[in-house]
């Protein structure tokens, strides 16, 4: 079942977190819908191991034709691995970094992204979504080179792609407070954020927002207190080429 994360009767946002993954060998991540009245959009759709159920849930609420945008943080394969089905399920365009929308035809058939996909500038953008949008948010190398997050200014949800992360745990148990939830959180964080410097960028960014939850692709939402403590933590930590030295950089045995 999905975890409605907000519903005040004509915005809905809804989180599936717990879709096939192999037994535990592909990675948990989550999936996201987003309906302004009759209009539809999905964040992060996903790998083919999330597409059957994911489709099922989009039906529950509105017919696929609906389906009028995809946005995606990245392009890593558990982000958009199933586009190909979603191109012929329904008439979504995807956006996604301008980075990557060349890349993204590689998921699909031939011709099947033709005049399908719109470019996000390095600033960003908001993206339409019926009477609403989505700010698409600069989160460069947090851990993509092309990488966006989405505040959606209704909610006041910030879904935050790779950053916020937890691996383990109950994905859809949210936190409210981030002290026993950093073991799941650090460790990820360590090696695929790519520095502090970076992280201080993001954070002054966010700052300026009313944020009400913190939303990754990975394991649990983050509200109440956690996110304020977040955003303080993420200021602090070390990661990425912050802990590379040679010995990173060695020839292997």
């Keep these: ?68 945008t995809i946005v995606a943080s990245h392009a890593d394969p558990d982000i958009i691995a199933s586009l190909d089905r979603w191109m012929t399920a329904c008439p979504a365009k995807v956006y996604i970094s301008t980075l990557w929308e060349r890349f993204v035809p590689h998921f ?28 698409a948010l600069p989160a460069h190398f947090l851990h993509a080179e092309g990488n966006f997050q989405f505040w959606d200014p209704v909610s006041r949800i910030l879904f935050s792609g790779d950053l916020g992360a937890s691996i383990g745990g109950t994905p859809g148990k949210i936190v409210t407070s981030l002290r026993d939830h ?7 964080h360590r090696r695929y954020m790519v520095s502090n410097k970076i992280l201080k960028l993001w954070a002054n960014m966010v700052d300026q927002l ?44």
């Design 182 to 188: 950093l073991p799941l959180m650090e460790p990820f």
């Design 1 to 68: 079942m999905p975890i409605e994360l907000f519903n005040d009767g004509i915005h809905l946002r809804l989180m599936f977190a717990n879709f096939a993954t192999e037994e535990g060998k592909a990675v948990q991540s989550n999936q996201f819908l987003i309906m302004n009245g009759s209009h539809a959009a999905i964040i992060d759709p996903g790998g083919n191991l999330a597409y059957n159920e994911l489709y099922m849930g989009l039906t529950r609420h509105c017919p696929p034709h609906q389906l009028g």
């Design 108 to 135: 699909c058939k031939p011709g099947k992204t033709a005049g399908r996909i719109v470019g996000i500038p390095d600033e960003g953008m908001r993206i339409p979504i019926g009477k609403a949008a989505l700010m």
């Design 210 to 253: 009313p944020i009400s939850m913190i939303v990754p692709q990975h394991g649990a939402p983050l509200a109440g207190e956690a996110v304020r403590e977040f955003i303080d933590w993420v200021k602090t930590l070390q990661c990425g080429v912050d802990l590379m030295s040679e010995r990173n950089y060695t020839l292997p045995p």
